[in-house]
């Protein structure tokens, strides 16, 4: 999560640009030339509003002065680009004035394309002329407020900050600093959000020369995001890696800046993403900058408070299943949060408006599927200030703790939305430190989520309660712990008998575990049925509790092992192996369950049963997989939950001796593995 970049920086060329069709078509390698110059200045991100036509405008750009809507740049003659010479073209990329004398708004980074080469300028003129598709679509005006709206004003402003001299190679530098120092500079409009501004809206440097030049790319906030200084960065490797693919061993991108890898980084060739982190790394850091690593941090240990502080146990709860304890993250899936630059840096906005709104990583051909974070706009703003301070002073980081005010005024701009309906109250683990037996239920709590770890002689795989019962129990129909103990003792079915909570405890000990059972007084078990109690709250036995188990598929559906597979190999074995052996650490630790094989469930376990795995499949899988609170979780269709669930549920997994005690009195599922 770091280096948002905001669109209003990306508008490329704002309003009312027109260009002539002409009979002639220029050199094909002249307009793929352009192409690749259009990419370089990401003219597709600004110029093409979400569902809209390519480069046919009206995405709508917030600035401090009120709102702009990007312009239709198509070769439309009516309401795109129709008429414009090349002179014309060119004085409204590098002057900002239109050929009616109308002056753009400095959204627009012209003061950056003044720095083009005519031979870069050329091409684009060429691509925008005949390499684009004419849409009709009228331009939008744009939304200012007096006295921003009189442009008149316009022409002094570019009198007073505009630089239109060429961008001119740097003797000093080699080849491929100044190719970097060009594209960044010119191109690539990086100080557009990167660079801070001054009172008239100006960029305070254009480039690292001279007095003011230790002010560009030192960052600057555009959007309610913050755009971190470029200044010094990683290894070249490494902003090459978070260029060409959206992360790398440090950071992944948020917010817009995953819009540009997107439609733009990661379209450039070799060389010049080379150049471009070869000079932002010649850069030397700017004062407020934190260091940049070098190096990647070995895994921490947990945090010594994870489970005795109320943001320790908040991230355990909501953060950890994707960033782990030791916020090491998931490599080529969720970021790391420990040495992560957008965690610990000196202004949290961007922490906060991830953990608000939510996230998602870039679409790269490197990582084509693209992962979520949702938002947590449903957790208090004491609670999201004692998560993220825990995460900004932990694992390294040097970061300092946010309070609640901070979250309610980011809150308040950002009005995130909450589509939740749902009637579940998802307790909080924080609260565990406040009960009157906290130590009891604590423990109880912690043998759910490190099931193999406390209590190695009883599980027999690698899983915990937690690979079932979602986020330690607290997941709306994943199979959450609310109310439970209310409704035991009770009749099971499959034991033909009235059991109590300690031995349906053990039934999952024996089967989901393929382990031994624990004695029903010993002081684990007691703990685990504290905990259940604490989860229980006011329910009743007669109560409806919402969110309880995980819902139902209809057992009609009939499954397709084919499709299964292939469900499978496209949602799951990412998380879970191509064999079904689960995701490791590099030194074993793992991270997320094996689904077959001996390491797995056994053929007695609830999940080894087709339709009781297609209904947890259907709402709890994949997780990051959209923006549904708290793991991104479900979206399955409910063909593709029952196919992919038969698949798995039919693989090879240990037996279960007892299984011929099961049912004793009829009524075994028709799914049954036996």
Known sequence: MTLPLSR???????????????????????????????????????????????????????????????????????????????????????????????????????????????????ALYAYLMHGVEPVPQVNRDADMGFPFNQRWGLALWNFAFLDKQPFQPDPGRDEVLNRGAYLVQGLGHCGSCHTPRGIAFQEKALSDAGRSGQHYLAGETVEHWRALSLRNLWTVDDTVQLLKTGQNRFATVSGNMADVIHHSTQHFSDDDLTAIASYLKSLPPGKDDLPMPSVAQAPAAPPADLFTSRGGLGYMQFCSDCHRSDGAGVKGLFPPLAGNPSIAASNPTSLLHITLTGWETAQTATHPRVYTMPGFARLADPEIAEILSFVRTRWGNQGTPIDAAQV??????????????????????????????????????????????LLPDNVGNSLNCTSCHLNAGTVADGSPFVGVSAFFPSYAPRAGKVVTLEERINGCFRRSMNGKPLPPQSADMQAMVAYFDWMKNNTRPEDKVAGRGVGKVDPAIKPDLANGKAVYAKQCAVCHGDNGQGLARADGELIYPPLWGEQSFNIGAGMARTYTAAAFVKRNMPIGFHEKFPLGQGGLSDQDAVDVAAYFAGQPRPDFPDKVKDWPNGGKPVDARY
């Open 8 to 122: 209003l920086g990306l508008v490329g060329v704002m309003c009312c640009l027109s260009l002539p069709l002409h009979a002639n078509t220029p050199d094909p390698a002249l307009i793929e030339h352009g192409q690749y110059v259009a990419q370089l200045g990401d003219c597709i991100a600004c110029h093409t509003a979400k569902d809209g036509k390519v480069m046919a405008g009206g995405l709508e750009l917030s600035t401090p002065m009120g709102t702009i809507f990007s312009s239709n740049i198509t070769p439309d003659r009516e309401t795109g680009i129709g008429h414009y010479t090349f002179e014309q073209f060119d004085r409204v990329m590098r002057e900002g004035v239109t050929p009616a004398g109308m002056n753009l708004y400095p959204a627009m980074p012209y003061p950056s394309y003044a720095k083009m080469s005519e031979a870069d300028m050329r």
């Open 408 to 453: 309610k005024k980011l809150r308040a701009q950002l009005n995130p939305a909450t589509t939740d309906s749902s009637a579940f109250e998802t307790p909080r683990l924080a609260d565990l430190l406040a009960a009157p037996n906290a130590d009891q239920v604590m423990r109880g709590m912690r043998l759910h989520l490190q099931t193999k770890a």
